[in-house]
């Protein structure tokens, strides 16, 4: 069992469609989690992180967490062409052993078109 | 506020040499952590540095060094380089790094990348 996976891809949702990207983890002492966006070409860039259970919105994105179901997801409300990229989720176990580490899954390639 | 900084942003090399890559962090952030982006094993983490201590470190094999500076500027080595070494190498920097169970500091911005390709 992968340590992060992600629901496979590609994605493709139209314009003004809600997105959902879905991502499961393996190490219940994480602690902390990230989505990233990574554009063709270019290195990551945070849009969201979360650290409580529940949902944390910030513009069009939602990030929900559910520690018990292991399960963190990322909502895209009113998608707009420009959101097409490959997004990243990324899990980090708190403890001295972890310093530093996000563990990444393999990302899942979103579409919106017109 | 400057973003993270890598150098160079391309390198082209042959099997049998070895490289240097730089990084400079967010001013302020003290943590500087590398990983490794290929298309099929995804982005994998090397190791992590902290006030000039490596604190981390990934599966990788010994050919993979790096250091840190005291401004926080850190320097990621490979030697011997394989064919399978190319990817897009990665820096990112946060203000503590990890161990802060739940707080706000594990955040990591990611810097360009350097693309190493070896031949």
């Known amino acids: 069992q992968k340590e992060v996976e992600q629901n496979s891809g590609p994605l493709s949702v139209p314009e003004g469609a809600i997105a959902s990207l879905n991502c499961t983890y393996s190490?219940?002492?994480?602690?902390?989690f990230f989505w990233y966006r990574q554009y063709s070409g270019k290195s990551p860039e945070l849009i969201m992180f979360?650290?409580?259970?529940g949902d944390k919105e910030d513009g069009r994105f939602t990030a929900q967490l559910n520690k018990a179901s292991q399960y963190v997801s990322l909502l895209i409300r009113d998608s707009q062409p420009s959101d097409s990229a490959t997004y990243l989720c990324?899990?980090?176990?708190?403890?001295?052993?972890?310093?530093?580490?996000?563990?990444f899954g393999q990302g899942t390639i979103l579409t919106v078109h017109p | 506020k400057a973003g993270v900084t890598q150098t160079p942003r391309y390198l082209i090399k042959t099997r049998g040499q070895q490289v240097t890559l730089s990084c400079s962090p967010i001013?302020?952030?003290?943590?500087v952590s590398w990983y490794q982006q290929t298309p099929g094993q995804g982005l994998q983490f090397l190791f992590e540095y902290f006030s000039e201590t490596q604190r981390n470190k990934g599966n990788f094999p010994g050919r993979f060094s790096g250091r840190q500076f005291s401004n926080s500027r850190s320097e990621m080595n490979v030697s011997t380089l394989e064919l399978g070494d190319s990817a897009l190498y990665l820096c990112?920097?946060?203000?503590f790094g990890s161990g802060i169970a739940g707080g706000p500091y594990n955040e990591q911005f990611f810097g360009p990348g350097t693309r190493l390709t070896v031949l």
């Open positions: 990324a899990v980090e176990t708190a403890g001295g052993t972890s310093y530093g580490k996000l563990t």
């Open positions: 990112a920097s946060s203000l």
């Open positions: 979360i650290y409580s259970n």
């Open positions: 190490d219940r002492g994480s602690q902390s």
């Open positions: 001013s302020g952030h003290r943590s």
